[in-house]
T-cell receptor, first 114, second 113 residues
Framework: ETGVTQSPTHLIKTRGQQVTLRCSSQ?????VSWYQQALGQGPQFIFQ???????GRGNFPPRFSGLQFPNYSSELNVNALELDDSALYLC?????????????FGQGTRLTVV | SQKIEQNSEALNIQEGKTATLTCNYT??????LQWYRQDPGRGPVFLLL?????KEKRKERLKVTFDTTLKQSLFHITASQPADSATYLC????????????FGTGTRLTVIP
């Protein structure tokens, strides 16, 4: 086990609703990244938080937003849910710095939008 | 446009043989390239990281090569076992230490007993 925990594990929401997903980082890690993984695809980078600031963003609209807390845990918020938002959402924690690149992933939250 | 392509969606090999997976990329200048294993319904698990100035990295039965001229990485599993059956993902980190990873679509490996 990686020590990265995500909640909830599964979630069903209706189109147009809002959702908040949560992630607890591995102890000692100061960086959290979020990824969206559609079925049969690789994870797609959403954004990264380092020291409570957004530090890099992938090609996702502003309705995807996040927070990182002083204890390095994090939230992903998605507003105005669309059917295409149905996916596995992965959180990964890591330590920032050269040569410290490996990411430790949680088990993911499976979001279904109906 | 930027692309990361893994050689095939699925690869079947006989137990004991060497599995070779390919990752090709275009329009990236990665500082690092990483390989992950993902089992169904689980998050990816880190396997190996190789830096742009390294040609080869080994860990037990795993070997990764990185050719920045060809823009290609090869991932080898020697003496493959049925327990190696999983999806393998390559990931590029374009910035030193930033850990913003860009993944390929993955190759699903099945090792046949």
């Amino acid at each position: 086990e990686t020590g990265v925990t995500q909640s909830p594990t599964h979630l069903i929401k209706t189109r147009g609703q809002q959702v908040t997903l949560r992630c607890s980082s591995q102890s000692g890690h100061n960086t959290v990244s979020w990824y969206q993984q559609a079925l049969g695809q690789g994870p797609q980078f959403i954004f990264q938080y380092y020291r409570e600031e957004e530090n890099g963003r992938g090609n996702f609209p502003p309705r995807f937003s996040g927070l990182q807390f002083p204890n390095y845990s994090s939230e992903l918020n998605v507003n105005a849910l669309e059917l295409d938002d149905s996916a596995l959402y992965l959180c990964a924690s890591s330590s920032r710095g050269p040569g410290l690149g490996e990411a430790f992933f949680g088990q993911g939250t499976r979001l279904t939008v109906v | 446009s930027q692309k990361i392509e893994q050689n095939s969606e699925a690869l079947n090999i006989q137990e004991g043989k060497t599995a070779t997976l390919t990752c090709n990329y275009t329009n990236y200048s990665p500082a690092y390239l990483q390989w992950y294993r993902q089992d169904p319904g689980r998050g990816p698990v880190f396997l190996l990281l190789i830096r742009e100035n390294e040609k080869e990295k080994r860990k037990e039965r795993l070997k990764v090569t990185f050719d920045t001229t060809l823009k290609q990485s090869l991932f080898h599993i020697t003496a493959s076992q049925p327990a190696d059956s999983a999806t393998y993902l390559c990931a590029l980190d374009p910035q030193t230490g930033a850990n913003n990873l860009f993944f390929g679509t993955g190759t699903r490996l099945t090792v046949i007993p």
